[in-house]
């Protein structure tokens, strides 16, 4: 219902005069609601027991959800959704985030859609961030810091995963001289 199918001719406008034929005004208030609200509740990686992940069960899920996801037109946003599920990945038992699992997973699948999901869901795992006047950009560049250190462990064994941290980093030494520049302004 968030979606629209890469595959429907029919334009929102005209799917929303259907659906208000349809339904009552006070059904079309929360109509988009649940399936928002759904998506934004299916936080837990299937297969996930504290820090470890079942290798076999997310794998099936995985596969089934992209073939549902395919048959109804909507590969590309299927694929964003499972990749900011997997963003919330712990780190493996190497210390590396992704956990390698989740690595595994991305070399395997090699989907662009699901590394922008991860993309987005590991942004937007930052929340909130409050800095001192005068700061600048500190904390993004110890974070892209993180990323390169982290994207130059698992250059060999997982390359993919490499350029996505390297994605990541890039980002934030990109907010990072935002933030400076910021405080420069502000001098």
């Not at 780190?91 to 993309?119: M, Y």
């Amino acid at each position: 219902m968030l979606y629209k199918s890469k595959d429907e001719a029919v334009t929102r406008a005209e799917k929303e005069a259907d659906f208000e034929a349809e339904i009552s005004e006070e059904e079309k208030k929360h109509s988009w609601k649940p399936a928002d609200a759904l998506l934004d509740i299916f936080k837990s990686i299937p297969g996930r027991d504290d820090d470890e992940i079942n290798a076999g069960i997310l794998t099936e899920w995985v596969n089934s959800a992209r073939i549902l996801f395919k048959r109804n037109g909507r590969s590309v946003i299927g694929d964003q959704q499972i990749g900011q599920l997997l963003a919330t990945s712990p780190s493996g038992t190497d210390g590396l985030w992704p956990h390698e699992v989740i690595r595994d997973l991305i070399e395997t699948v090699g989907s662009d859609a699901i590394e922008t999901g991860i993309d987005l869901g590991a942004y937007n795992s930052r929340g909130g961030v409050t800095k001192a006047m005068h700061e600048g950009g500190a904390q993004e560049r110890a974070l892209e810091q993180q990323y390169v250190s982290t994207a130059e462990a698992l250059q060999m064994s997982h390359p993919r995963t490499s350029r996505l941290l390297r994605g990541l980093a890039g980002s934030y030494a990109d907010r990072a001289k935002r933030s400076d520049n910021q405080v420069e302004l502000r001098r």
